[in-house]
């Protein structure tokens, strides 16, 4: 029965989640549409409101196309993979409801950040496609090398807090916010989270200009839904995140939801705004300037606790 009530309880967080996903897409056409001085989808429904749902419709109802020298198997369960890992990374969520919250969550998170690697790379290399194999190999380097950086972070505030479960965050931040006191890390952790989920200016695993579309250019209706999906629940979760390890709100505060929509307005504004990197330079600013950043502040972190416990005990 506890098993079932668990099923169910899941069941209703990824429809949420995909619903979430809906909506981020349309709220990132208008603040696109707005920051470039046009009104963006405001036909299809009220203001615009189902065009979401009317994209799903039209990608999932087009004709497969499968090249014929892919991989075929690899090559068609790659996006699934894909969505499958962003979906299952959400259950690590402080939700105080009972939900799927475990104490060992931040771990959990890790192994799936790792994992989330190993489909952009399949989906590459099983299309056969030299301009998706290009993109498949950048968006791996990239991943790997701003990943360091966000587990060094993230192990910062866990030798602080003193345990991997992310509702831990939620209790030590009652009285002042861990962004307050690391604005720097903070500024790191985000610009981070926007390489991981190869967004603007760090897209370079999509870059249109030089890779057509990169690891996912042989994708087309259904796959390459999946993909689109996979990677906006990806933001959203990285959002989310953000907000309960740096501004120490739970899901089940209002304020919350509030902080969340901000974080992803952020997400939206700098693709608007900033040009693409040079790939040099991404890499540059990933292994000479964040990681020793992050280093210096573990190392920071760790002589904090150290002081406490001497003074204390």
């Known amino acids: 029965m506890m098993m079932m009530v668990e099923v169910m309880n899941y069941l209703v967080l990824i429809i949420c989640v995909l619903i979430g996903v809906a909506f981020v897409t349309l709220l990132e056409r208008k603040i696109l549409g707005y920051v470039q001085i046009r009104k963006g989808p405001n036909k299809v429904g009220f203001n615009g409101v189902l065009q979401p749902f009317s994209d799903a419709i039209k990608l999932f109802t087009k004709e497969q196309t499968v090249p014929m020298i892919s991989n075929f198997m690899v090559y068609y369960l790659s996006p699934v993979f894909s969505l499958f890992i962003s979906m299952v990374v959400w259950s690590v969520m402080p939700y105080e409801t009972g939900l799927l919250s475990f104490n060992m969550s931040v771990l959990f998170f890790f192994c799936c950040l790792g994992m989330g690697v190993y489909s952009t790379m399949i989906a590459g290399w099983a299309s056969n496609c030299k301009y998706s194999l290009l993109g498949g190999l950048r968006a791996v380097a990239q991943t790997i090398s701003y990943e360091v950086s966000l587990a060094l972070i993230l192990l910062s505030f866990i030798i602080l807090i003193g345990g991997f479960s992310l509702e831990l965050f939620c209790v030590y931040q009652k009285n002042v916010w861990f962004m307050i006191i690391s604005i720097p890390l903070s500024l790191v952790w985000f610009s981070s989270s926007l390489a991981e989920t190869n967004r603007t200016p760090f897209d370079f ?28 629940a990806s933001i959203l979760f990285m959002s989310m995140l953000f907000v309960v390890v740096f501004l120490g709100s739970g899901p089940c505060s209002s304020i919350f939801y509030l902080k969340l929509t901000l974080v992803g307005f952020v997400f939206v504004w700098v693709r608007g705004t900033l040009p693409r990197l040079r790939y040099d330079k991404l890499m540059y600013l990933a292994w000479k300037s964040y990681l020793p950043v992050s280093i210096n502040y573990m190392f920071f972190f760790v002589g904090v606790k150290v002081l406490i416990f001497t003074l204390f005990l």
């Open 205 to 232: 695993a999509e870059g249109e200009s030089e890779l057509v579309s990169g690891f996912n250019t042989e994708y087309g209706s259904g796959g390459f839904a999946l993909i689109f999906m996979a990677e906006y």
